[in-house]
């Protein structure tokens, strides 16, 4: 049960910093346009993550904080 439950979690944590990367790639190369689009969808998969329990709900206010500042940085 362990190792399968540890399974599901990274394979949830995997598809969180895949999707966050996608994110901070388009705002590093200034598309904001890009950028405006996977926001949303990012903070869903953070959110998912959150209510799971493989992130902590703090953990992920945090992340959806700092991202959404890089976002207001572009001047979106």
Do not use: C, W
């Not at 910093?17 to 998969?45: D, H, M, R």
């Not at 902590?56 to 001047?75: S, V």
């Amino acid at each position: 049960v362990t190792e399968k439950k540890t399974l599901q979690n990274k394979a949830v944590k995997s598809a969180l910093k895949t999707q966050i990367k996608k994110f901070l790639t388009a705002v590093e190369s200034g598309n904001k346009e890009e950028a405006t689009k996977l926001y949303p969808e990012t903070v869903s998969a953070i959110d998912a993550a959150a209510s799971k329990g493989v992130i902590h709900k703090n953990n992920a206010n945090n992340r959806k904080a700092k991202l959404a500042k890089k976002l207001d940085g572009m001047g979106a």
